[in-house]
Nanobody, 126 residues
Framework: QVQLVESGGGLVQAGGSLRLSCAVSGRTFSSYTMGWFRQAPGKERDFVASITWSTGLMYYEDSVKGRFTISRDNAKNTVYLQMNSLKPEDTAVYYC???????????????????WGRGTQVTVSS
């Protein structure tokens, strides 16, 4: 079993920055693929970014390219999402997700992930 716990959300003004963390515990595998998704009020959950645990290959949704950076710290079993130049449209609940068995270089679909965190709220004021 894998547990994911997100942290780091909060309220920030437009143009500001936040860093989200996702602590991974339980069984760990070198072939993990990790992802961040977000869900705005009244909307579906959308892909933000993914990373392969072993090689660090990253993939981003177009609207966050150049503003968000996904990374991982293998020693701490933690995945991060650094969010810069935040916009009001980035307001959402952000979820961490894990696929512990398969290596995906472009893991942008919810169906690829077996485990999910409970989410952390990010609110960007204008």
């Amino acid at each position: 079993q894998v547990q994911l716990v997100e942290s780091g959300g909060g309220l920030v003004q437009a143009g500001g920055s936040l860093r989200l963390s996702c602590a991974v515990s339980g069984r760990t595998f070198s072939s993990y693929t990790m992802g961040w998704f977000r869900q705005a009020p009244g909307k579906e959950r959308d892909f933000v970014a993914s990373i392969t645990w072993s090689t660090g290959l990253m993939y981003y949704e177009d609207s966050v390219k150049g503003r968000f950076t996904i990374s991982r710290d293998n020693a701490k079993n933690t995945v991060y999402l650094q969010m810069n130049s935040l916009k009001p449209e980035d307001t959402a609940v952000y979820y961490c997700a894990a696929n512990p068995t398969t290596y995906y270089t472009k893991a942008d679909r919810e169906s690829l992930y077996a485990y999910w965190g409970r989410g952390t709220q990010v609110t960007v004021s204008s």
